[in-house]
């Protein structure tokens, strides 16, 4: 893989920009490749790059903020590290410029796809960890992510249910809620939608009615929230 004058000046932009300048290109070069272009891509990166990610901003919140709980950390965390975050930041840094895609992806704009992005921010993470190690990669994720972090939302007002059912079951490395129609009648303002929210393994389904599908979710998800909470608090060992 040979870059062209146009991905090189990508590529010192994007070092200049983390703070990072690799010792070994090849390696950036390859946290850049997604799949479509190359078998020699980012794949395997990603996977180290996340668990260093997950671990870097678990420690900038447990240090920033001492007074929280487990459980509002876990999901400050979970909204600092999922894929809309990662992607706003590749898209500061023009990452999309840099990437190696093929010709599928690149007709069909993958270089503005979140899911493509945010895949190359954290195959990044581990580029940098096998280039110098894992406190350069630590050192450049709180570069990119310490404004985030200090603004990080402590509470949980003007979520909505789904959000906050979600970040509560991620937080407890659940699987995420499944929705499904469970009946429809009528049509535009006088539809009708009987909306199921179901926990999976935790063997709970919710149910709830509303005049669109969107808000028969939300009242089934509230549902669930409610639930749920019940039942961590119950099952939280006794000191």
Request: charged share 25%; with cysteine; net charge positive.
């Amino acid at each position: 893989m040979k870059p062209n004058p146009q991905k090189q000046q990508a590529f010192r932009h994007i070092q200049k920009a983390i703070g990072y300048t690799f010792s070994d290109s090849t390696l950036l070069e390859r946290a850049l490749t997604h799949r479509s272009y190359s078998a020699y891509n980012n794949e395997r990166l990603e996977f180290i790059g996340d668990s260093i990610l997950n671990y870097t901003i678990a420690r900038m919140l447990f240090d920033h903020y001492p007074k929280l709980p487990e459980g509002r950390l876990s999901r400050m965390r979970a909204n600092l590290v999922n894929q809309n975050t990662l992607a706003d930041i590749a898209t500061k840094l023009d990452l999309g410029n840099a990437l190696f895609l093929g010709q599928g992806e690149l007709k069909s704009g993958g270089f503005r796809r979140p899911s493509i992005l945010a895949d190359a921010m954290e195959a990044i993470f581990a580029a940098i960890s096998f280039d110098a190690d894992f406190a350069a990669a630590e050192k450049t994720i709180r570069k990119l992510f310490a404004d985030r972090v200090a603004s990080a939302d402590t509470t949980e007002l003007n979520k909505d249910a789904k959000t906050l059912l979600q970040e509560t079951l991620q937080a407890h490395r659940l699987a995420l809620p499944k929705y499904r129609i469970e009946e429809q009648r009528g049509e535009g303002s006088e539809a009708e939608f009987l909306m199921a929210c179901d926990l999976g393994e935790l063997g709970h389904i919710t149910h709830a009615k509303a005049n669109s599908r969107r808000a028969a979710e939300q009242a089934a998800a509230k549902e669930a929230l409610t639930w749920l909470q019940a039942k961590l608090a119950a099952d939280k060992p006794k000191n």
